[in-house]
């Protein structure tokens, strides 16, 4: 790698490549080098846009010398096989949630990746967000006293009032789609799960493409689970696709013997953060630093580059991220099962953003 740029290659060019290529570019260190996407029409809009050239597949990425790092952002079921090519070419990789759909394919790639001596790093990285390193920040200093139960809320809406494609989002549910969000802040601050206990069901089971196209979904479009957590803190979490952005039930709350802590999006970095006493009414806390308005997608590759160059562990680990995907399993197996289900795995702890100590 060049001592003064970390060059990244990006598969998959759906919605999602805009925002990372957007946020990348105020980094004079990432140099995006091109794009591959299996409709090659959607690679050459992109690097038109954002620079770089087209590769005509994964392959030709991975045979590129000038690749650093490889940014998938392919669809859900693709990232374990996509992540695992890229790894065993020897390839750095950032990928987009989640890990895997399943516990042994992550810890797999974890293993693939210690193995090759390469960086395994993956969304979602909203814990390194302003407000959320802010709530953590307080938490650390026992602002709460001990936190023994946390909600969070992830109502998020119809995928089909939005998304072009929504088929592949219903077909892994938002349990592995936004739940992640949530779950990993929770354990990037509390450490790692131990059981999970949860219920699921199909609200709306036959819904319409923007272009009105019919489609049945079986997977369950309603999830809510209690987390118990290695330190004792219960998590009690909400995951649906069917109420909208609206609903006044949102972000997370973090509830301790002193106090409260409001936190108003898991995915803002701008999101409201607010502190109560026990017993009394939220306050606003200050963030801080000044926050990024929203979510600054490509922060974990810019973390991710910082990492190598300094030689220091990366914060949005591929551990943690297997971590989650056995979470994952562990809540949908329960809601299936009718029964508590262990969780097993650990991984080291992300350090704080150094701005927030």
Not at 136 to 163: C, D, F, P, S, T
Not at 167 to 177: A, S
């Amino acid at each position: 790698m060049s001592e003064r740029t970390f060059r990244v290659a990006v598969v998959g060019c759906g919605n999602i490549a805009g925002p990372y290529a957007e946020t990348l570019k105020p980094y004079p260190q990432i140099e995006l080098v091109g794009a591959t996407d299996l409709i090659p029409q959607r690679a050459a809009e992109f690097v038109a846009k954002y620079g770089g050239k087209v590769y005509a597949s994964l392959d030709e990425v991975l045979a590129d010398e000038a690749v650093d790092a490889v940014i998938n952002l392919t669809i859900h079921h693709a990232h374990a096989a996509v992540i695992a090519q890229c790894l065993r070419a020897g390839k750095h990789v950032h990928s987009e949630k989640p890990l895997a759909l399943a516990y042994p394919e992550a810890r797999a790639l974890v293993e693939l990746a210690e193995a090759k001596g390469v960086r395994l790093s993956c969304a979602p990285i909203t814990f390194m967000g302003e407000a959320q390193q802010t709530a953590w920040k307080m938490i650390r200093e026992g602002r709460l006293g001990q936190v023994r139960v946390a909600y969070a809320e992830v109502n998020w809406g119809r995928i089909e009032a939005w998304h072009p494609n929504p088929q592949p989002f219903y077909e892994v549910g938002p349990l592995f789609d936004v739940g992640v969000y949530p779950l990993t802040i929770l354990t990037a601050i509390f450490g790692p799960a131990r059981r999970a206990t949860a219920y699921g069901a199909v609200l709306y089971p036959d819904r319409r493409t923007k272009d009105g196209v019919p489609f049945h979904i079986s997977t369950p479009d309603f999830i809510v689970a209690a987390v118990e957590l290695a330190s004792g803190t219960v998590v009690r979490l909400t995951t649906n696709f069917y109420v909208g952005h609206h609903n006044k039930q949102k972000g997370i709350e973090f509830h301790g013997d002193l106090g409260s802590l409001y936190l108003s999006s898991f995915q803002n970095f701008d999101a409201e953060v607010e502190f109560a006493e026990y017993g009394k009414a939220y306050e606003s806390v200050p963030y801080v630093r000044e926050p990024y308005k929203g979510c600054e997608w490509g922060r974990g590759v810019v973390e991710l580059s910082e990492a190598i160059a300094e030689g220091r562990p990366s914060r949005a680990t591929g551990a943690q991220a297997a971590h989650v995907v056995e979470i994952l399993n562990a809540i949908a197996a329960s809601a299936r099962e009718e029964r508590p289900v262990p969780i097993l795995s650990d991984f080291p702890p992300p350090a704080p953003m150094a701005w927030a100590m």
